[in-house]
């Protein structure tokens, strides 16, 4: 068992929960990908988030991290949005 000190955690690296790359988004640690391009408007991103609330690995935090992830590269407030 290693131990680390304060600063070695503060700058630890730790996997992304959720990224963005080739026009998709997606879990890289569950090989789950999907096209930005059928995320057309909040509708469709209500949807997938359905879909994935669904799914047993899929927890708030992942949720969260997909929402953000998506609007960031849409342009879209999470918050006021949505009209």
């Known amino acids: 068992m290693e ?24 879990f890289p640690e569950n090989n789950y990908w999907i096209e930005l391009a059928e995320i057309k408007n909040y509708h469709d991103l209500v949807a997938w988030v359905h879909h994935l609330a669904e799914k047993a690995w899929v ?17 879209w407030e999470i918050y006021g949005g949505g009209r």
């Open 59 to 75: 927890d708030g935090e992942r949720i969260a991290e997909f929402i953000e992830a998506v609007c960031a590269q849409k342009g």
């Open 3 to 26: 131990i680390y000190d304060l600063h070695e955690m503060m700058n630890a690296e730790f996997p992304k929960l959720v990224e963005v790359r080739f026009g998709e988004v997606g």
